[in-house]
T-cell receptor, first 112, second 110 residues
Framework: DGGITQSPKYLFRKEGQNVTLSCEQN?????MYWYRQDPGQGLRLIYY???????QKGDIAEGYSVSREKKESFPLTVTSAQKNPTAFYLC???????????FGPGTRLTVL | AQSVTQLDSQVPVFEEAPVELRCNYS??????LFWYVQYPNQGLQLLLK??????LVESINGFEAEFNKSQTSFHLRKPSVHISDTAEYFC????????FGAGTRLTVKP
C-alpha cells in the first residue's frame, strides 16, 4: 500500500536535546512538507521541499532543520534552539502543483 | 500570501441535524480550496477539494462544499450528521505549502 509513514508516534525528550522525526513516503511524490500543530492554531508550515536536495523555510523554521537526500525521505530535526518544541508534528507530500497533500499519522513530541 | 479564516472554533450539534462549517479565504486570482478532517491523534484526511469546474463539490460520506467567489467562501455542509462525524475540520487554500484555517471542532451529540 502506498502512503506516508512517520515514526515514532510518541516521542519524549529532555530539554536541550536534539531529536529527529522520521517521514517516509512511497507515493513517488516530489514535494514534501513538515507542519506543526498546536491546539487552536491549525497547522503551521515549518519546512518544505519540492525536489531532492532542495528545501525552503516555511513560516516557523527557527529551531528546526531538515534534509532531503532521497525522494522518499524528509526527516525533521528539532534542535535545542526551538524554544517550545512540544507539539504534534505532521508530514505531508504532494504530487503536482495544485493537488491535495497527503498526510502521515503524525508524531507527538513531548519535551520534559 | 493567502489566508484562511474558519469562523467557528467549535460547533456542537445533535445527531441527524444539519450542520454548516464556515470558511473564508483571502482573495486571489486563482484559488484551490480543500477541506480536511482530523480524528484524535491522527493525521489529516482529505474530505473534498475545489480545483476548477463546478462550484459545488461533494464527498463520499455526504458532505458538500460550495465555492463562492464573490463572497470568498468555501463553507462545508452536511444535511444530517452522525456521531461518527465528530472530529476537527480544517479548511485550506493552496499556497507554497498549504494555508490552513485554525480548525473547527464538530461535536455530534446523541
Amino acid at each position: 500500500d502506498g502512503g506516508i509513514t512517520q515514526s515514532p508516534k510518541y516521542l519524549f525528550r529532555k530539554e536541550g536535546q536534539n531529536v529527529t522525526l522520521s517521514c517516509e513516503q512511497n507515493l513517488n511524490h516530489d514535494a514534501m512538507y513538515w507542519y506543526r500543530q498546536d491546539p487552536g492554531q491549525g497547522l503551521r508550515l515549518i519546512y518544505y521541499s519540492q525536489i531532492v536536495n532542495d528545501f525552503q523555510k516555511g513560516d516557523i523554521a527557527e529551531g528546526y532543520s531538515v534534509s532531503r537526500e532521497k525522494k522518499e525521505s524528509f526527516p525533521l530535526t528539532v534542535t535545542s534552539a526551538q524554544k517550545n518544541p512540544t507539539a504534534f508534528y505532521l508530514c505531508a507530500s504532494k504530487r503536482g502543483t495544485n493537488n491535495e497533500q497527503f498526510f502521515g499519522p503524525g508524531t507527538r513530541l513531548t519535551v520534559l | 500570501a493567502q489566508s484562511v479564516t474558519q469562523l467557528d472554533s467549535q460547533v456542537p450539534v445533535f445527531e441527524e441535524a444539519p450542520v454548516e462549517l464556515r470558511c473564508n479565504y483571502s482573495s486571489s486570482v486563482s484559488v484551490y480550496l480543500f477541506w480536511y478532517v482530523q480524528y484524535p491523534n491522527q493525521g489529516l484526511q482529505l474530505l473534498l477539494k475545489y480545483l476548477s469546474g463546478s462550484t459545488l463539490v461533494e464527498s463520499i460520506n455526504g458532505f458538500e462544499a460550495e465555492f463562492n467567489k464573490s463572497q470568498t467562501s468555501f463553507h462545508l455542509r452536511k444535511p444530517s450528521v452522525h456521531i461518527s462525524d465528530t472530529a476537527e475540520y480544517f479548511c485550506a487554500v493552496s499556497d507554497r505549502g498549504m494555508r490552513f484555517g485554525a480548525g473547527t471542532r464538530l461535536t455530534v451529540k446523541p
